[in-house]
Every structure is written in structure tokens, then in C-alpha cells.
């Protein structure tokens, strides 16, 4: 379950694709406006590239059932709670970053420079407040949560927060291992981004985060 949420994580933030609506910027960037103009940055620059019908029908797909929603009534709720701190110039400074790339045929995580760390708040975008074990609520945005680099994760329990913690750090059920500080980039495939918890005991959920044994040398 750890791992299929960063894969849905990831997966989110390569997405790519055309769009037909343009959004406009703001300095700031409203809450509202957010969804929109995110989505514009990612397909517009990939216009001038012979992108495929799938793709761009996949991309409008995508914005269609994410952004009409946008923001939900629990992100809403989150924001003005303040257990989500939403940073409406980091936003529009994302967006403008996005769009801005040289190579509009690539992806635009190459041009944001980030480490892993600032895929969990989108670039400080969305900042979540909430610490491992604290009672949360899914937003319905995949990318944005309560959980301070983290996300809501279900439990026996109900949804509650499981954060990233990096090498050397203590890990459990409620403390996923990853390589926060390693550089984000399109070539990083998901399972260099997770570090491995070396249980205490066999069969322990407690342990060390520890790096994957490399075989490939």
C-alpha cells in the first residue's frame, strides 16, 4: 500500500497531454484557480509536439474529472482549518515555472530542479501540517494531504497519517522510507525513490530505513 501511493503520487506528477481551455495566472494564484491553470502548464507546452490523439484525449480526461471538483469541499474545509497551508504565489510561481520549460515535448519535472522531498507539498505549494499518527481526511487530489510529508493512509484505525522519513531514520507502519533528499527526475524510476525498513526483528513493522541493495553495480 506504501508504495502504490507513491506510484499514484508520481504517476500524477508525469502526467502529460494537451488541453483546450486556457487558464489564466494570477500573482496570486487562487485556491479555485489552481486545478486549471496547473493542468495548462503541464499540456500547453506540449502543443507544438506531435503528441498523440490518446494522449491528449487522456490529458482533457484527467483535468475533466480532477478539476471541475477542485478544490473539494475537504481541502476547502483543510485550508481554512489550516491543517493544509495552500500558498497561493509558490502556486503561480509552479505554474510559470512549468510553462516556461525550453522543451515543451518533455516533461516538466526536469525543469523544476526538485529534490523528492518537494513532490510531498508540490513544491510548497500545498503544505500539510498534520505529524505520523494524527487523524486525517483523502482531499481528492492525490498529491495534496494533511499529513506533513506524508499522505492519508487507511488503517484499522481510519485514515491516518503516514509520513516520509529518509536514510538512517526509524520507520513503521506510520513512517515510510524514502529518499527525500535524492533528486527528482523523470529517468527515477518509483523504486529508487523508496528506501528499504530493515525490521528489528523478523516480522517486526519496526526497523531502520536503510538504501536498497544495488545489483545492477
Given at each position: 500500500?506504501?508504495?502504490?501511493?507513491?506510484?499514484?503520487?508520481?504517476?500524477?506528477?508525469?502526467?502529460?497531454?494537451?488541453l483546450?481551455?486556457?487558464?489564466?495566472?494570477?500573482?496570486?494564484?487562487?485556491?479555485?484557480?489552481?486545478?486549471?491553470?496547473f493542468?495548462?502548464?503541464?499540456?500547453?507546452?506540449?502543443?507544438?509536439?506531435?503528441?498523440?490523439?490518446?494522449?491528449?484525449?487522456?490529458?482533457?480526461?484527467?483535468?475533466?474529472?480532477?478539476?471541475?471538483?477542485?478544490?473539494?469541499?475537504?481541502?476547502?474545509?483543510?485550508?481554512?482549518?489550516?491543517?493544509?497551508?495552500?500558498?497561493?504565489?509558490?502556486?503561480?510561481?509552479?505554474?510559470?515555472?512549468?510553462?516556461?520549460?525550453?522543451?515543451?515535448?518533455?516533461?516538466?519535472?526536469?525543469?523544476?530542479?526538485?529534490?523528492?522531498?518537494?513532490?510531498?507539498?508540490?513544491?510548497?505549494?500545498?503544505?500539510?501540517?498534520?505529524?505520523?499518527?494524527?487523524?486525517?481526511?483523502?482531499?481528492?487530489?492525490?498529491?495534496?494531504?494533511?499529513?506533513?510529508?506524508?499522505?492519508?493512509?487507511?488503517?484499522?484505525?481510519?485514515?491516518?497519517?503516514?509520513?516520509?522519513?529518509p536514510?538512517?531514520?526509524?520507520?513503521?507502519?506510520?513512517?515510510?522510507?524514502?529518499?527525500?533528499?535524492?533528486?527528482?527526475?523523470?529517468?527515477?524510476?518509483?523504486?529508487?525513490?523508496?528506501?528499504?525498513?530493515?525490521?528489528?526483528?523478523?516480522?517486526?513493522?519496526?526497523?531502520?530505513?536503510?538504501?536498497?541493495?544495488?545489483?545492477?553495480?
Amino acid at each position: 500500500m506504501r508504495a502504490r501511493r507513491l506510484h499514484i503520487a508520481f504517476a500524477a506528477t508525469m502526467l502529460g497531454g494537451c488541453l483546450l481551455e486556457s487558464h489564466p495566472v494570477t500573482d496570486p494564484l487562487p485556491l479555485t484557480s489552481f486545478c486549471g491553470a496547473f493542468f495548462d502548464a503541464i499540456c500547453e507546452p506540449l502543443e507544438t509536439c506531435d503528441c498523440p490523439d490518446a494522449a491528449l484525449r487522456a490529458c482533457r480526461a484527467e483535468e475533466a474529472s480532477l478539476c471541475p471538483g477542485f478544490p473539494s469541499a475537504a481541502l476547502a474545509r483543510a485550508v481554512e482549518a489550516g491543517t493544509v497551508r495552500y500558498d497561493g504565489e509558490a502556486a503561480s510561481a509552479l505554474v510559470r515555472r512549468m510553462r516556461a520549460r525550453a522543451d515543451g515535448c518533455q516533461g516538466f519535472v526536469s525543469a523544476l530542479d526538485w529534490q523528492v522531498r518537494d513532490l510531498f507539498a508540490l513544491g510548497g505549494v500545498f503544505e500539510g501540517t498534520l505529524d505520523a499518527g494524527e487523524v486525517c481526511e483523502p482531499l481528492g487530489f492525490e498529491l495534496v494531504s494533511e499529513c506533513r510529508l506524508g499522505a492519508c493512509a487507511p488503517t484499522a484505525d481510519g485514515p491516518l497519517c503516514r509520513v516520509s522519513v529518509p536514510e538512517g531514520a526509524r520507520c513503521d507502519r506510520l513512517h515510510q522510507c524514502v529518499d527525500l533528499d535524492g533528486a527528482l527526475t523523470p529517468e527515477r524510476g518509483i523504486e529508487r525513490l523508496a528506501l528499504r525498513c530493515a525490521s528489528d526483528t523478523p516480522g517486526s513493522d519496526e526497523g531502520t530505513c536503510v538504501r536498497w541493495i544495488d545489483l545492477g553495480g
